[in-house]
């Protein structure tokens, strides 16, 4: 028995998730000290036909799940454990090997800049149907046949001739569609976007949304890591939102939005232009999220939250379930205090 063999078999969660993560738990190696813990003990799941939206503050830990997920750490990162799973496996406990066949075939990837899932030196034809043909999906005048389809279906015009350009000539905009057509050609039944909205403008924005919610209605699932909360309210049908490696409150979007019940949730909305408006003052969050080699005890946002009570705040706060639906780690979330 390898190391990464678990002495005894699991089994895949009764839940007929697309998705189903459960404690999972990734580090990092430092030298001369003990090992970072930046994703800990974080759980959801995602459905067939629906999006997801993880929110929160930059290094609360949103790509780092993603990338757990994925498979897709450093090298100075320990093996994630917990449990991730998908289509009856556990991708925790798969090789790379195998890792490489359900990247890019069953779940696709948007990043936020297309420099990242693009080849530069390649056309955009070599790059999809070597894509798919790696993956054996089709032959390669088939692969050629659903290359140009998968362009035309992103909104790409004259895809037949577009398809013999580099990525570089091609408009920002533009781009971001084609690393979705390479994302999406495969037919992935998860797409995994990491702010696939940042880098374009408001108009490019809506139309990718658009192209996205075509993809939802089609039956695909979605994790959109977002810090832009419309976006989230637009699209996602559940959120998470994450602070310093651990998911605080979980919800479905118009929920999480309109009542939020952990005080930082409630931070974070009255820090965003889509939720405060014009009218309304912004009130950025006091502080600065927590060095996570020194978190505070406890309630990891107490010294920040303007609601804390001590002692109570100092210690352990567990994801309390708020009816069916929602959960929140905050002991005053129930009443909604
Ligand atoms: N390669 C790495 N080595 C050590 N620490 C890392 C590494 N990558 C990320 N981290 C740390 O992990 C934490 C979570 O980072 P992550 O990128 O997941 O945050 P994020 O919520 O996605 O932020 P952003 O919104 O800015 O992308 C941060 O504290 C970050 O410094």
Request: aromatic letters at 4%; proline letters at 7%; one cysteine or more.
């Amino acid at each position: 028995m390898t190391l990464t063999q678990r002495a005894e078999p699991h089994d895949p969660p009764e839940s007929d998730a697309l998705l189903s993560v459960r404690e999972l738990h990734t580090e990092f190696l430092r030298e001369q000290a003990e090992p970072l813990r930046v994703v800990d003990g974080v759980s959801f799941d995602v459905e067939r036909g629906k999006a997801l939206a993880i929110v929160g503050e930059s290094g609360s830990g949103k790509s780092v799940t993603v990338r757990s997920v994925l498979r897709l750490l450093p090298r100075t990162a320990r093996t994630p454990s917990g449990e991730a799973w998908f289509h009856g496996r556990d991708l925790l406990s798969l090789s790379q090997r195998e890792m490489r066949r359900i990247r890019g075939r069953n779940i696709g990837m948007v990043f936020q800049n297309a420099a990242e899932a693009m080849n530069p030196t390649l056309t955009l034809e070599r790059q999809l149907t070597e894509h798919l043909l790696w993956h054996g999906i089709c032959g390669k005048s088939e692969a050629r046949e659903r290359a140009v389809r998968a362009l035309g279906d992103v909104g790409i015009p004259e895809p037949e001739r577009r398809i013999r350009v580099y990525p570089f000539q091609l408009s920002g905009g533009m781009r971001q569609r084609a690393m979705i057509a390479m994302a999406m050609v495969t037919e992935p039944a998860l797409l995994i976007a990491d702010e696939p909205t940042t880098a374009v403008d408001v108009t490019v924005q809506r139309q990718i949304l658009d192209l996205l919610v075509g993809l939802k209605d089609r039956g695909t699932g979605v994790i959109m890591i977002t810090h832009d909360l419309g976006v989230a309210r637009y699209f996602c049908d559940q959120a998470v939102v994450m602070y310093a490696g651990r998911v605080v409150e979980q919800a479905p979007t118009s929920e999480l939005l309109d009542t939020p019940r952990h005080p930082y949730t409630k931070g974070l909305l009255g820090s965003s232009v889509e939720v405060g408006g014009q009218e309304r003052p912004l009130l950025p969050i006091p502080g600065s999220p927590p060095d996570l080699a020194h978190r505070p005890a406890g309630c990891a946002f107490h010294p920040r939250c303007a609601q804390a009570e001590s002692p109570r705040c100092q210690e352990e706060q567990e994801l309390i379930s708020i009816g069916d639906e929602r959960a929140a780690a905050c002991w005053k979330a129930e009443t909604g205090r």
